[in-house]
Structures are given as C-alpha cells and as structure tokens.
C-alpha cells in the first residue's frame, strides 16, 4: 500500500503582527511551520504504516524547493518525499497544485490514498483534496478526525455540527484531516540528525522534480485571478442599550432591521 501526504509550509504566525491603523503584516520572525492540518495527514498516514505495511510518501509543491518541511516529514518516519518546484508555483492556486500532484501521483506509478490538511492556516482555503478529488475520479472524505484502512476500505470518523458521523470509501480515496484531528508525534532523533546532515538512507530519500516537466503551460494557468488583498475595515462602536424594557427591545429591533437591509 502506498499512501501520499501533502505537506505545505506556512509562516508562523507567532511571529506576524497585524497593525489594522496602518493597514499592514509586519513580519518579526521568519520562521516556517508544516501546515497543523497537514500534520495531523501525516500522523495518520504513519499510525496506518505502523498498523500495516504501508509506504509513505510526502510531497511539497513551492516555487523553491523546501527543505525543512519535507525533512521533517521524513524524519518523523515517511519513507521518502518529494519536491516539486519551479517558478509556475510562484502564482499558483489551488487548481494548479491539484493538477500537478496528479501529475506526481501518475509518475510514480498509483497510490491508494491521498491524505492531505482540510483547511490552511494563512489563507483558510480548503479547496486542495476537493480539486485532487475531482481530477482523479476518486471518492473523497473532508474533515476526518479518526482514521483507519480495511478490506479495501478507508474509514473515517467526521464531525457534522454536534455530532460525529461515520464515514466509508473504497481505495483509491482522497482523504483530508481536520486541524487538530491527531498529535502528530516528534521526530526520530537519528533521523533528524543524519537528513540535515544529508547522511545515510534517510539522505537519499529526497527528490526534486521541476514542475514544468509535470505539467503544460496550459496546466499551470491558474483558474482564481488574485485582484489585490485589504484588511477589514475597523469595526465601529455599537450603542449600549440598557434593559430589559419595551423601548430597549425597539431599540435592538430596529438596529437589526437596518443590518437586514444594508
């Protein structure tokens, strides 16, 4: 069984002030994390390897090649991981990731199962698996916070407002976790310390392939045109209204016709 986790990097936000008045980021520590979403598919993927034989693979897609986060991956026990990058990255949205690890999917031969983060962190888009989805022709789960594979079967526990529902899916499957679905566990000391040494078998586990041999030009147009980002405006000031009375219901009344009809 081979399974494929994406992994993407995101700036801490421990280290980003928002400042609303000035209308800017500012950027104090520079620090990348893996997206928590991403982590908790990883940590399934490696309780499914470590309940059956199971290969883990994680990709990353990033107009660079990102060391950190596939390194970490591999540490942590996926068997290997994949770069793939090129500067059609640079402007890609969801669309064009989705084409391109169908793309990776094909070169290495199949996988039965695709785990990937359902939400990110720096933008909330959840629209990754879903597109992957879609492309492939697979069944899709969204929003797993259990997760084990039987009989040809991946099964899952997902949150619907209050309750928790099951859910089933023949391999091959697209499956997301939700954030803070698993603790993800920390990696191997030994195998921390020879991928950043680039020593042993741990060090050839690392692959780069470039984008522009995965996809056309074509393919690598994005579908989302990005028109310009702002922040919101400041909230205002509501008025205090003092109760219970008959007035003070009239009050609210009325204020909430207006939000109606603005």
Known sequence: MRILV?????LDPAGIVAHRRLRRLFINREVY?????????????????????????????????DDDTLRRGIAMGADRGIYVSGEAFENADEAVVARALEAVIERLGGVDLVLS?????????????????????????????QLEVAGGEVRAVCRDSEQYI???????????????A?????????????????????????????????????????VVETLGRDFP???????????PSEEAAQVVAEALRQ???G
């Open 6 to 10: 994406i992994l993407r990097r995101v």
């Open 33 to 65: 994390i893996i997206q928590p979403a991403d982590e908790c598919a990883l940590e399934a993927a490696l309780r499914i390897k470590d309940a059956a034989e199971a290969e883990v693979v994680v990709a990353s897609g990033q107009p660079e090649p």
């Open 117 to 145: 983060g359902a939400t990110t962190l720096d933008t909330g888009q959840s629209q990754l698996g879903l597109r992957l989805a879609e492309a492939l022709g697979w069944p899709q789960i969204v929003g797993a916070w």
């Open 166 to 180: 099951r859910v089933e899916a023949d391999l091959p499957a697209v499956v997301s976790m939700a954030s803070g």
């Open 182 to 222: 698993l603790k993800p566990r920390y990696p191997d000391g030994v195998r921390l310390i020879n991928i950043y040494r680039d020593e042993g078998e741990v060090a050839e586990a690392l692959q780069l392939w470039e984008v522009d041999e995965l996809l056309t030009p074509e393919e690598l147009s994005p």
């Open 233 to 243: 405006p400041e909230r205002e000031r509501g008025e205090r209204v003092e109760g």
């Open 259 to 261: 939000r109606m009809r």
